[in-house]
């Protein structure tokens, strides 16, 4: 069965950065050739934040481009998102999610059908 497993998140002052990581174990084929992730901060709803696509295509929310970057490790079955410049609005618990190849928007959380437990990002001011 395929988990998804987030680690990374901590505390860290603004303008300061961290690295998530999302690494899938068990049966992955089909199931991980869109990788997403994903935050909710308090009392927000769940908004996307990046998205990387079977052909390494990415996509990025419009807050955090140019200052978040997603990556794969195909061998380690391994989806990254490198946080630079955190702001304090980028606080939030950061899900790693994945589906199967779809033409739906990455944005849409009906693209995605495994979700993880979630990494928490405090950022301080």
């Known amino acids: 069965q395929l988990q998804l497993v987030e680690s990374g998140g901590g505390l860290v002052q603004a303008g300061g950065s961290l690295k998530l990581s999302c690494v899938a174990s068990?049966?992955?084929?089909?199931?991980?050739?869109?990788v997403g992730w994903l935050r909710r901060a308090p009392g927000k709803e769940r908004e996307f934040v990046a998205s990387i696509r079977w052909d390494d295509s990415t996509a990025y929310a419009d807050p955090v481009k140019g200052r978040f970057a997603i990556s794969r490790d195909a061998a380690k079955n391994t989806v990254y998102l490198q946080m630079s410049t955190l702001h304090p609005e980028d606080a939030a618990n950061y899900y790693c999610a994945s589906g199967p190849k779809t033409l739906m928007s990455p944005q849409s959380t009906r693209a995605y059908s495994l979700w993880g437990q979630g990494t928490q990002v405090t950022v301080s001011s």
């Open positions: 068990g049966r992955t084929t089909g199931r991980f050739s869109l």
